[in-house]
């Protein structure tokens, strides 16, 4: 805005436009609000009036803030899946960042994808940014009885298909699922990457966990204004705080919360993007050291509200804190150690004690084996043990539409021991990798009281589901994977414990079928969706675009 040319002349005339003046702007940061608000992203309505509060605290910080919308990505709106545009948003967040005169931004999302896009594009931009997470909605309430997002849809859902659940019920869980603005109050995808945002240092301490709706989130987003006025003077980037040593910490409360499969997806994305690598038997390492002691559904009893009514993530990083790094430095230009002094667990119940653990270790495994060499994962604390060690027959549906047409046929040859497995459903194979891998139970075994089989698939799985899903499985079966070659009856051996996931069908027969194995036609032939499929990459490495975690840092365009 400064220079007496005539570049700036514009820049000027056109903020005198919006009815601007020079005392508005001069000399002050801009501070761009990346807005992922739609009508459509029901989870962040009340996003409109959170601008309004981050805009106070810029104001006072002495900034000019200016809000900026980007791509809404809205987990149950978007078809096939939103997983397909998270780097469409990711890509989006960079490219404002770098083609508008901005000094810092603050990231508001909350819901799934929108999480691992915006920090995904503010680390590649690597401007001063902080995120401002949504927060959960309120828990849910069916006549009394608590519901969460997701997990009581399933299981209720799974009741009816039973025949348990008249049509009354269910529309009167259909009204109480979702009952304010916020995101899903499990501890799904949304919450997890949330918390994991705040761990990795980009949040606020303590923001994640306030409830939407609660007047302490918009004191939050005030101070959130505030404080990236202070990040642009300190020059304080998001590569300060995106260290190796900061996605171990995250990959350690993501143990520790039971957290969304998805999360893995996403944190090594994010750490691709601030040149971290992050293979997956990182993951394996630091669940097998790190207890479970969120009691959270779907691995435990509680919800995001009774979560921060414990004393919040910022309770949960201090009673984890002999695990963590607590040197990180952070958005508050401080380190963790400081962010989390003074925290304290009030609900024993909701953040379980050190030594009573939901689980005393492994939220997460990583499998590897014949059937997925470059791994896979499974989330044990949402399955039933008697299934972490089993070899059954496989049932084989090519893709979701096969499955859907054929799932609940009198004559298909099911049991509770068989293993279902999906093909065609992983990153280019669906495409976008949406959340198929719990695949139904067959009604007819639901009837019998059957509530869980081994699945496996390359698909992922909604951070709100459970049950024995194998998940993520690479390389996918639409690249040739070993899962393509999958036929029914073949035995199937599912061994958490030693992390195997075997095929067993000898190599001999194996290679014969490869030979005979085509690849799937493409899906499109132009457009955004050619792209995707020829450029992602596979679930173990994160599923960005190979062009985009790779090469030299993009140069500051010239202003002429
Ligand atoms: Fe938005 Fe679950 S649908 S977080």
């Known amino acids: 805005m400064g220079p007496d040319d005539l570049r ?172 304010s603005p916020g995101h899903c109050m499990t501890m799904g995808t949304a919450s997890t990457m949330t918390a994991l945002a705040e761990t990795l240092g980009m949040t606020l301490s303590g923001a994640s966990s306030i409830p939407a709706v609660h007047a302490a989130h918009g004191r939050m987003a005030c101070e959130t204004g505030r404080r990236i006025v202070e ?14 040593e900061a996605f171990d910490n995250a990959i350690t409360v993501d ?63 201090q009673r984890l804190r002999t695990l963590l790094h607590l040197g990180c430095g952070t958005v508050s230009g401080k380190t963790l150690a400081h962010d989390i002094e003074g925290a304290s667990v009030f609900n024993d119940r909701v953040i379980l004690p050190l030594d009573k653990p939901l689980a005393k270790a492994g939220a997460t495994f990583v499998l590897r084996g014949n059937l997925a060499p470059n791994g896979c994962v499974i989330k044990p604390t949402a399955a039933e043990p008697r299934l972490l060690q089993h070899t059954g027959p496989a049932i084989v549906f090519k893709n979701y539409a096969d499955l859907k047409a054929r799932l609940d046929e009198p004559e298909l040859n099911v049991t509770p021991d068989s293993v279902l497995v999906l093909q065609n459903a992983g990153p280019t194979g669906a495409p976008g990798m949406p959340e198929w891998g719990m695949l139904p139970i067959p009604k007819k075994l639901l009837k019998q009281g059957v509530r869980d089989m081994v699945r496996i698939s390359d698909a992922r799985m909604s951070g709100t589901s459970y049950g024995t899903c194998v998940l993520h499985v690479a390389p996918e079966s639409a690249v040739g994977g070993p899962l393509a070659l999958v036929q029914d009856g073949d035995l199937i051996e599912l061994d958490v414990k030693g992390r195997r996931l075997q095929l067993k069908v000898s190599d001999a027969e194996c290679a014969r079928r490869k030979a005979q194995w085509k690849a799937p036609e493409p899906k499109y032939e132009r457009g955004y969706g050619q792209l995707f499929c020829q450029q992602i990459t596979q679930a173990n490495e994160g599923c960005d675009f190979t062009f985009l975690h790779r090469g030299k840092a993009t140069p500051e365009p010239e202003i002429y």
């Open 231 to 244: 990040m642009v003077w300190e020059d304080l980037k998001p590569a300060n705080v995106l260290t190796a």
């Open 8 to 179: 700036s002349f514009g820049h000027r005339s056109r903020l005198k436009q919006m009815a601007y003046s020079n005392a508005d702007y001069a000399g002050k940061p801009v501070i761009a609000l990346l807005n992922t608000w739609s009508d459509l992203n029901t989870c962040q309505t009340h996003f409109p009036q959170r601008v309004q509060e981050i805009k106070r605290g810029v104001w006072q910080a002495g900034g000019f803030p200016v809000e900026i919308p980007v791509m809404a990505l809205s987990e149950t709106f978007m078809k096939p899946s939103a997983m397909m545009y998270r780097n469409m948003l990711a890509m989006e967040v960079e490219e404002v960042l770098r083609c508008h005169p901005i000094d810092g931004a603050v990231l508001m999302g909350g819901c799934d994808k929108t999480t691992p896009a915006l920090l995904m594009g503010a680390a590649s931009a690597n401007l001063p940014a902080i995120y401002m997470p949504g927060g959960p909605m309120l828990k849910g309430n069916w006549n009394g009885v608590t519901l969460g997002s997701g997990t009581d849809a399933w299981k209720y859902w799974a009741e009816r298909c039973a025949g348990n659940l008249d049509e009354c019920q269910w529309r009167q869980i259909e009204d109480g699922i979702a009952r």
């Open 255 to 317: 143990m520790a919360i039971g957290g969304s499969t998805n999360a893995i997806i996403h944190l090594i994305a994010v750490a691709g993007r601030a040149g971290v690598a992050l293979p997956l038997e990182r993951f394996d390492e630091i669940s097998q050291r790190t207890p479970v002691l969120a009691n959270l559904r779907p691995s435990g009893e509680f919800l995001m509200e009774d979560f921060y009514d414990a004393g919040g993530l910022r309770a949960l990083l």
